[in-house]
């Protein structure tokens, strides 16, 4: 069965950047079809989709946060990472790592990222 974990600091500063990674077991994050994205949720606000890495490699953004976010692999370890560039306390969320084929059935526990100084 496939697993995902989130990973990274708890806390970051207002104008740094954060940086999470997912470390995904019981699967490799090249299987074909397969598609690896990053959700986060602000406190009392739905869902927010940032963006996704797919098995080829090939990435997709989301166009509200394309310009702060990056997001790459490293498939020795079986890891996808997320950066986001220039945090305000406005992307304090829990933040999410989920996968699967053709869709998000493989979910993270999410991990609490607070952006303040």
Known sequence: QVQLQE???GL????????LTCT???????TNYYYWSWI???PGKGLEWMGAIAYSGSL???????S?????RDTAKNQ?????SSVTPEDTAVYY??????????????TLVTVSS
């Open 7 to 9: 990973s990274g600091p």
């Open 12 to 19: 970051v500063k207002p104008s740094q950047t954060l940086s």
């Open 24 to 30: 995904v077991s019981g699967g490799s994050i090249t």
């Open 40 to 42: 986060r949720q602000a």
């Open 60 to 66: 997709y953004d989301s166009p509200s946060l394309k």
């Open 68 to 72: 702060r976010t990056s997001i790459s």
């Open 80 to 84: 996808f990472t997320l950066q986001l």
């Open 97 to 110: 790592c989920a996968g699967g084929h053709y869709a998000m059935n493989y979910w993270g526990k999410g």
